[in-house]
């Protein structure tokens, strides 16, 4: 207990393994008297043992390492066994080693006890004696009760070891971190980290490299391509250890240890070396972040410097010069271009360039070369030798006749191409493409900055584009509103169309346009013929006319009515756009107005002009019914007179038995005549219409008075003008009719003139006569524009007229009323375009005119004038017939008479009277006697249709002055 108990206080007072182990082995060769002790401890391979403490060896370098292979020697055996043992001599299959280490010894007797700690082995104590004295079992008792304390000690020597290894690896693992994280410099950093390394793991020295791509080189020393393969520490010898530096999954580097001699890595030292790769890999990937993310930096800070340099300006060809030279210092390429999508064509076009040459008249069509690549399939495209491999529709021309894509590229030294397209919103705006003269590889962060590029230049190409549209929108609206203030600055037609040709001529750049009224039909197969049928633009770009190419019409038109059409032409190759379209529309659309307001303007002239002269009518109208109003009272006056006058004179003359007197008689009623002459014209000029008794007319006669009568209209005035009107008559022979000759005069000259006019530009009239069947058809014919269908039917229409204000509208209508009132009918055939025949038909009859009535007895006449002295004359006039008169003098005393007196065979009444007019009275004797004849004298015209049937009720009218023959003739035809 003793030795017990000192052996656990010795032992106790350390936690130094090789302290403890020199303690150990002391205090067991004092406490067994033995020569020699030591200890070996088991390695953690448990497949030799160490050395770890020995006193009173002279050659302890013989068994530092001892072989342990359990059940194979004697160590292994000795350690296996669960208590102390006993030898005198050494086993039969002791190794040669150790027989030799114990004849070096002189060693005669061994005791050996083994060492376990917590089931387990640790290792051994031997005790050796040189000397013929050998062990006794006191001497084993003794080493075992050492033995009890030895264990445990090792154990906690062996933990504190472990935690003062573990710290010390921490700390070197923490400098390491430090050494790392205090700078983003991988190279400076990992010459420290090779020094610390070196020290941690007590070799003579360490190299830290890092393969290029994660690729181990050929050239690199032995034991690396096996780390990297294998993913794991390798002892390339006993001297060198490799640890390969290992980032996610993959061998990026290695850790290369070399020993200060010979010896034997332990796991300790490999575990560190590993955790030391594992930071270096750690802060390389970290390095290769920040190395990248400092690249994107740069990448985006000269992004944005680009950006604001092409985003400075808002001219498109500063923008695509500014995209083009930022494209080369971005990328470091010698050539490069933007190439801009026309929509018209769909061809990519060069707009700016640096170090390219014959690119003026390039046009890629989508899908040819880099950049038609680029924008059809709206990602980047590369090449990275364009002698091997050829440009996508290479063999294809380029819009320059006869040279071909690849042709040019390799003419001009090109080898290697990167192209991005140009979008914006969804849109291909174009494509920047750059060249270098050495084959190169496909660099991505290239790729990433010429598309980040793209991608700012498309944002700066569209605002530039919307800005430019944008002025010239505000120029061509200017220009627009310029040129509709010069249209609409007049309204004379003819000032108006050259305006509009000058302006349209200015805005569309163009000097060849023209102007065509649709004032005739165009032909259809022309191009403006079809603008002017369809009312809609037609575009040709080849017109296969010399000295002309393209031609573009525009209808003007207000609403649906096309006014005329506006064409330009060209004489060089040209397309419009849509908002060119619009434009020249919009500006069609006011010439339309232009021409529209002028067209109002001019109507409203001839309207007021007209207005005017109507409004003249009108007042000489008025004045004119003012004198007729006039001249008819004087002329019924004189009228009352007159008949005074010529009946007194005529009744004298007729029982005048002296010649002188008669002849004063004679004269007297000639002068009478002569003013009842007078009279009737101041009738005339009031408009009050004479009725005058049928005559015998003779219309071959009333033909040749018009046709010399109207000459002047339809030879001298046309021939003036440059006209040329022939009239052929085919007059038959013909019976005579009844009529009025200066009626019938009239109608027919409103035919032969009408005729006239309808021949504005020359022609025939042909005039005809011919008996039809009881009837005479006189036919007017002409050559002239005719009528349509609605003009014929309601040409009879009073005041209808297509001739404007300057007609009346009253000729045909005129002329109808006579062919009516002589009992006839006239007619109207014509067609637009091929001429008019007029037809009119007059009953023949062959008594009229005659002026002989047969013999009558005296009549009792009811005779009424408000007149004394003109109803004396008349009755004294009727009385010279031998025929009785009654007198009255007015209508109801007349009536009394008639009523009282049955005997009354005529009423002749006067028309104008008081109280009761003559048409009053005859219409009231026809109700009373309807047979009883009346007959009105009147010195004011026509008998006025003052109630219905007032016409009806009178059977003969008597104008004044009433001359002697004529009222014997009138009561004559009662009969």
Not at 77 to 100: D, F, K, M, S, Y
Not at 467 to 488: D, F, I, N, Q
Not at 595 to 600: F, Q, T, W
Not at 779 to 788: C, E, K, L, N, Q
Request: charged letters at 25%; proline letters at 5%; glycine letters at 10%.
């Amino acid at each position: 207990m003793r030795l017990l108990t000192d052996a656990t206080r010795v032992l106790g007072g350390t936690l130094d393994l090789e302290r403890l182990m020199g303690r150990a082995t002391t205090l067991a060769q004092s406490a067994l008297g033995a020569d020699a002790a030591g200890v070996w401890l088991l390695e953690k391979s448990s497949t030799e043992l160490v050395l770890r403490g020995d006193v009173g060896f002279t050659h302890p370098e013989l068994v530092t390492r001892v072989p342990h292979a359990p059940g194979r020697d004697v160590s292994a055996w000795l350690t296996e066994r669960p208590g102390p043992l006993v030898l005198r001599r050494l086993p039969i299959g002791a190794a040669a080693e150790a027989r030799r280490w114990l004849e070096a010894e002189d060693v005669r007797s061994f005791l050996g006890v083994p060492l376990v700690g917590d089931d387990a082995p640790l290792g051994l104590l031997g005790l050796f004696r040189r000397r013929q004295r050998p062990f006794t079992a006191a001497d084993l008792a003794r080493a075992e009760a050492l033995c009890v304390a030895i264990p445990p000690a090792i154990l906690n020597a062996r933990l504190y070891a472990d935690q003062l290894a573990r710290a010390e690896r921490t700390a070197v693992l923490l400098g390491i971190a430090e050494t790392l994280g205090a700078t983003l410099d991988l190279p400076a950093a990992l010459d420290d980290i090779a020094q610390r390394a070196a020290r941690a793991l007590d070799a003579e020295r360490c190299g830290v490299v890092l393969w290029p791509g994660g690729v181990v080189p050929p050239d690199a020393p032995l034991g690396d391509a096996e780390a990297a393969l294998r993913g794991r520490p390798v002892e390339v010898d006993d001297s060198r250890l490799v640890v390969p530096i290992v980032r996610k999954g993959e061998a990026i580097g290695a850790l290369r240890f070399t020993a200060r001699g010979r010896r034997r890595w332990e796991r300790s030292a490999v575990d560190l070396a590993s955790a030391i790769a594992g930071q270096i890999a750690l802060v390389a990937e970290n390095a290769r972040l920040y190395g990248e993310a400092q690249t994107r930096a740069d990448e985006l800070s000269a992004l944005h410097e680009v950006g604001v340099t092409i985003t400075s300006t808002l001219d498109l060809p500063t923008v695509l010069d500014a995209v083009v030279e930022a494209a080369l210092r971005l990328i470091g390429a010698p050539q490069g271009a933007v190439l801009e999508l026309d929509p018209a064509d769909q061809r990519l076009h060069v707009r700016a360039q640096r170090g390219m040459a014959e690119t003026a008249d390039v046009a890629l069509a989508l899908g040819q070369g880099a950049t038609g690549t680029a924008a059809q399939t709206r990602t980047a495209y590369f090449s990275g030798d364009l002698r091997r491999s050829s440009l996508p529709g290479g063999d294809a021309e380029i819009g320059v006749p006869g040279v071909r894509l690849q042709d040019l590229s390799l003419r001009h030294g090109r080898r290697a191409v990167l192209a991005v397209p140009l979008i914006s919103k969804d849109t291909v705006l174009g494509a920047i493409c750059v060249f270098w003269a050495e084959p190169r590889e496909r660099d991505e962060r290239e790729v990433r900055r010429l598309t980040g590029l793209a991608q700012q230049a498309a944002v700066a190409i569209e605002q530039a584009r919307l800005h430019g549209a944008s002025l010239r929108r505000a120029e061509e609206l200017a220009a627009l509103l310029r040129a509709v203030r010069t249209m609409l600055g007049g309204l004379d037609t003819k000032t108006i169309l050259e305006s509009i040709v000058e302006e349209a001529a200015a805005i569309a750049g163009t000097p060849h346009v023209s102007l065509v009224l649709i004032d005739r039909e165009l032909a259809s197969e022309s191009p403006s013929g079809q603008v002017a049928a369809t009312g809609q633009p037609v575009f040709v770009a080849d017109t296969r006319e010399a000295g002309i190419v393209t031609y573009l019409g525009l209808p003007v038109k207000i609403r649906d009515t096309v006014l005329g059409v506006l064409a330009f032409h060209t004489t060089a190759p040209r397309a419009y756009s849509a908002d060119e379209l619009a434009y020249l529309g919009s500006f069609a659309d006011h010439a339309a107005i232009a021409l529209d307001n002028a067209r109002l303007y001019e109507d409203a002239q001839r309207a007021l002009s007209d207005l005017r002269a109507v409004q003249q009518r009108l007042v000489q109208g008025e004045t004119l019914r003012a004198l007729g109003e006039l001249a008819g009272g004087a002329a019924h006056h004189l009228n009352n007179l007159l008949t005074i006058i010529v009946g007194r004179v005529q009744l004298l003359h007729r029982a005048a038995g002296d010649e002188r007197a008669a002849r004063t008689l004679e004269i007297i009623e000639r002068a009478a005549k002569d003013g009842a002459e007078v009279v009737r014209r101041l009738q005339q000029f009031a408009g009050m219409r004479r009725t005058t008794p049928p005559r015998v007319v003779r219309l071959e006669e009333i033909v040749a008075d018009v046709l010399e009568m109207t000459r002047g209209r339809w030879q001298d005035a046309p021939r003036a003008q440059g006209v040329e009107i022939t009239v052929h008559t085919a007059l038959g022979a013909l019976p005579p009719v009844a009529g009025d000759p200066a009626a019938l005069r009239e109608l027919l000259t409103n035919l032969v003139l009408n005729a006239a006019d309808a021949l504005p530009g020359g022609g025939r009239i042909t005039i005809e006569t011919r008996e039809d069947a009881g009837a005479v058809v006189v036919t007017v014919s002409d050559t002239g524009i005719g009528m349509p269908d609605e003009v014929r039917r309601r040409a009879h229409e009073p005041f209808f007229t297509t001739k404007g204000v300057k007609a009346t509208g009253l000729g045909l209508s005129v002329a109808y009323g006579i062919a009516r009132r002589h009992g006839g009918n006239l007619t109207i055939q014509s067609e637009e375009g091929r001429g008019t025949t007029v037809l009119v038909h007059l009953p023949t009859n062959a008594e009229a005119g005659a002026t002989a009535a047969p013999p009558r007895g005296p009549l009792r006449i009811l005779l009424v004038d408000d007149e004394e002295e003109v109803r004396g004359a008349l009755a004294d006039m009727l009385a010279s017939a031998g025929h009785s008169v009654i007198t009255a003098a007015d209508g109801a005393e007349a009536l009394r008479r008639l009523d009282a007196d049955a005997g009354i065979e005529l009423v002749m009444t006067d028309l104008v009277m008081p109280g009761m007019t003559g048409t009053d009275l005859a219409v009231a004797v026809k109700t009373r006697r309807p047979a009883l004849p009346v007959g009105l004298v009147t010195g004011w015209g026509d008998v006025p249709e003052t109630h219905k049937g007032a016409h009806a009720a009178i059977d003969f009218v008597l104008a004044k002055p009433v001359m002697l023959e004529a009222l014997h003739a009138a009561v004559a035809r009662l009969r």
